[in-house]
């Protein structure tokens, strides 16, 4: 069954960057909404920022002008570039993506900011 796949993830120091970037494991049809959700320790799972059918892109008000989220249809992948980290973004951060089959999930990569 084909997954969604999370990396970019890992340690990194108060105002640095990340890039985070989800790929299918394998051939499926292309998602026309992709989005990206974080879950820190003790929190519910929220959501990030997301791209939908139309191409329109949200980020929430919390990473608004430090994170972006970007997709390339061609291959099927969206990214989320973080810059600005902050210690209040460190969670898993998960993405998720829709197409005419259904909803698809990633298992979540860590991302760990120290102030």
């Known amino acids: 069954q084909v997954q969604l796949v999370e990396s970019g993830g890992g340690l990194v120091q108060a105002g640095g960057s990340l890039r985070l970037s989800c790929a299918p494991s394998?051939?499926?049809?292309?998602?026309?909404?992709t989005e990206w959700y974080r879950q820190a320790p003790g929190k519910q799972r929220e959501l990030v920022a997301l791209?939908?059918?139309?191409?329109?892109?949200t980020v929430v008000d919390a990473v608004k002008g430090r994170f972006a989220i970007s997709r390339d249809t061609v291959k099927n992948t969206w990214f989320l570039q973080m810059n600005s980290l902050k210690a209040e973004d460190t969670a898993v951060y998960y993405c998720?993506?829709?197409?005419?089959?259904?909803?698809?999930w990633g298992r979540g990569t860590q991302v760990t900011v120290s102030s």
């Open positions: 998720k993506g829709v197409n005419p089959r259904g909803v698809y």
């Open positions: 791209i939908d059918h139309a191409g329109t892109t």
């Open positions: 394998g051939n499926v049809l292309k998602f026309y909404r």
